[in-house]
């Protein structure tokens, strides 16, 4: 089957992925940083200010107890329920014990090759909650949360 983003002009693609490429966005594409390497969600929480680095987060189908085995780490598991996210098959938790850093640029080319990566943004009341718990975690260093300024 041919990928839709295909047959769009580059500039209507470049459109596309320039007004997508934000803090609030769900994609979902093929990940290296998983054990094993799959397809995944994320989230972008935020892109720092010379948009070169974006903070993502990992949407989960559950929590997983041997990864998060502390008391501390589940409670950093956002649930997000399906009937409320059209881009969810089902109820699912966001990671936000920690924040992978992702280089705009190549967020910016998935998504102009690729359009179909991009699922939808979360309400504003979620996002929120979201970065509330990012920004009081402590599994976070204060530095990566300086660099996305996490703390305003």
């Known amino acids: 089957m041919a990928n839709l983003g295909n047959f ?4 209507i693609k470049s459109d596309f992925a320039s007004d997508k490429l934000k803090a609030g966005v769900v994609l979902r594409f093929f990940v290296t940083d998983t054990t094993p390497p799959k397809i995944k969600r994320i989230i972008i929480i935020a892109i720092e200010h010379s948009r070169i680095l974006a903070a993502t987060v990992f949407i989960n189908s559950e929590i997983n107890p041997a990864i998060f085995s502390s008391e501390e780490l589940r409670k950093l598991q956002y649930k997000l329920e399906y009937a409320k996210c059209d881009f969810l098959d089902h109820d699912s938790y966001v990671d936000c014990s920690e924040i992978k850093e ?7 080319k998935l998504l102009k090759s690729s359009p179909s990566v ?6 504003t009341e979620e996002f929120k909650a979201i970065k509330e718990l990012i920004k009081g975690a402590r599994t976070i260093p204060v530095r990566i949360k300086k660099k996305f300024s996490l703390f305003l």
């Open 8 to 11: 769009f002009p580059d500039d």
């Open 102 to 108: 992702r280089t705009a640029d190549s967020l910016m």
């Open 118 to 123: 991009h699922l939808g943004e979360l309400c």
